[in-house]
């Protein structure tokens, strides 16, 4: 996966593909890691509960291709990415 790319398909446990669009990516140097935040395509926000947002981490390729998904998998990882989500938000609102 490249940064700046628009959309991904992620391919569930079953095996099915589901494309997403990528809200962001960024890197941490607290945890050495890329990560990059996305929500199903035509999946719009309803009233209560807004998007399914996913966070994973990424091992991007050298050569620019496709890197691998790596789970989440400390609650210090879960909330520097809620911070980021959150400005990620902010910064929308702030440009409407």
Do not use: R
């Amino acid at each position: 996966m490249e940064h700046g790319e628009n959309q991904i398909t992620i391919i569930d446990e079953k095996g099915n593909e589901q494309l997403c669009e990528v809200l962001f990516t960024f890197e941490s140097e607290d945890f050495g890691k890329s990560y990059v935040l996305f929500q199903p395509v035509g999946e719009f926000e309803d009233d209560e509960e807004g998007p399914e947002i996913h966070a994973y981490a990424f091992n991007p390729t050298e050569e620019g291709g496709d890197g691998e998904l790596i789970p989440i998998e400390t609650e210090e990882e879960w909330d520097m990415i809620e911070e980021m989500l959150n400005t990620f938000y902010e910064e929308e609102e702030d440009e409407e």
